[in-house]
C-alpha cells in the first residue's frame, strides 16, 4: 500500500524505510501491518486519505529573542568649580 508521511504533530518527522529516507510529503510504500503504529502515531496516512494540507513541512518559527532593557546613565554633572581659566 502507499502512504504519505504528514511528519507527526510538529511536522518535521520523517522515517527510514530499507535503505531510503522519506520525509514529510513523500510518498512510501510498505504493508499495512508495518504502517499501522505509524498512522496511530500520526507519522503516515493513506495515500488516498493525504492532502497537502496535512503536512506541515516549515516548522513554526521560534519567537525572536528579547534584547535586555539597559540603565540608562546618569547625565554627567559639570563642575564649574574645577575650570580655571588661565591666561597665557
Same mark, same amino acid.
Given at each position: 500500500?502507499?502512504? =504519505? ?7 518535521? #518527522? ?6 531510503? =529516507? ?6 512510501? +510504500?510498505?504493508?499495512? @501491518?508495518?504502517?499501522?503504529? #505509524?498512522?496511530?502515531?500520526?507519522? #503516515?496516512?493513506? !495515500? ?10 516549515? &516548522?513554526?518559527? +521560534? ?10 546613565? @546618569? &547625565? ?5 568649580? !574645577?575650570?580655571?581659566?588661565?591666561? #597665557?
Amino acid at each position: 500500500m502507499k502512504f =504519505r508521511v504528514t511528519g507527526g504533530e510538529d511536522g518535521t #518527522l520523517g522515517i527510514n524505510v530499507g535503505n531510503r =529516507r522519506y520525509e514529510p510529503g513523500d510518498l512510501v +510504500e510498505m504493508t499495512a @501491518d508495518k504502517a499501522d503504529w #505509524l498512522i496511530e502515531c500520526g507519522v #503516515l496516512v493513506k !495515500d488516498a486519505e493525504w492532502s497537502p494540507a496535512e503536512v506541515n513541512v516549515e &516548522p513554526e518559527p +521560534e519567537p525572536e529573542p528579547v534584547a535586555e532593557e539597559v540603565e540608562e546613565a @546618569d &547625565p554627567i554633572e559639570e563642575d564649574d568649580e !574645577d575650570d580655571e581659566e588661565v591666561d #597665557l
